[in-house]
């Protein structure tokens, strides 16, 4: 095994089962991606004041900050595991921490790398799923959406170690004006856009918190669980 198998001796695969109090050890992986705070505006201007832009994935009043959207992503997580055979779960739900966690907190483990991390994560997992909203910080996710198709050489036809269906990017957008089953994303980003060109991984779009849920579900029966190894 390489360094991206395990973590101090132990597969990372075990690690993400263990750290997570739902889903059952032989369970495939799903690794949801996405942003995990709202662009809040007070960030930008010091004046301050300024309303959190709308997003599917705000949470809902409660004790969470309203632009920790990590909690809303680790809801979906749960309630995806729930829903299907498989058990879906988020980065920094896993007993495993950045390195810059470890200097941050004075950890005595050694860590990951964000991007090694997320690489391993994805590498233990049957499926992987991309999410983007207007107005969520995307850069993290949007490094992983590079970065992993590559380590797996999508690029590559002939070569390629995962199949690119078990990689979905769901976008944010609104139905169209004409009333037909498609949708106007609102989220954009060149680089994004042209996933499907470059590695051939698809696209799915949602309008709200539930309708994530939806697709996330389809996604996994579709895909994820008849290509698990």
């Known amino acids: 095994m390489d360094t991206l198998d395990v973590y101090r001796g132990d597969p990372i695969r075990e690690r993400i089962h263990e750290s997570l109090p739902y889903g059952d050890p032989s369970d495939p992986l799903v690794f949801l991606m996405g942003p995990y ?4 505006p007070d960030y930008l201007y010091d004046e301050g004041g300024y309303s959190l832009p709308p997003d599917p994935l705000a949470p809902d009043g409660g004790d969470v900050e ?7 992503l680790r809801t979906v997580a749960e309630r995806v595991s729930a829903e299907t055979g498989a058990t879906a779960f988020i980065a920094s739900d896993v007993d495993i921490p950045t390195r810059t966690e470890v200097e941050r907190d004075g950890l005595s483990d050694p860590g990951l790398s964000v991007i090694d991390q997320s690489v391993a994560f994805a590498k233990a997992s049957a499926g992987n799923a991309f999410v ?6 995307t850069t993290g996710v949007g490094a992983e959406t590079g970065a992993i198709p590559e380590y797996f050489r999508l690029r590559d036809e002939t070569g390629r170690s995962r199949d690119p269906r078990t990689f979905k990017i769901f976008s944010e957008a609104e139905p169209s004006e ?5 949708y106007d994303p609102t989220f954009s980003s060149a680089s994004i856009n042209e996933m499907d060109d470059a590695y051939d991984i698809r696209f799915g779009y949602f309008t709200s918190r539930e309708h994530l849920v939806e697709t996330l579900i389809a996604f996994v ?3 994820v669980e008849p290509l698990a190894d």
């Not at 632009?67 to 809303?72: C, F, N, P, Q, R």
């Not at 983007?132 to 910080?137: I, P, R």
């Not at 004409?178 to 498609?182: A, K, Q």
């Open 37 to 40: 705070r709202l662009l809040d």
């Open 66 to 72: 309203p632009d920790l959207i990590e909690s809303t």
């Open 132 to 137: 983007f909203t207007k107005a969520g910080l």
């Open 178 to 182: 004409d009333d037909s089953r498609t």
């Open 221 to 223: 029966e579709s895909y």
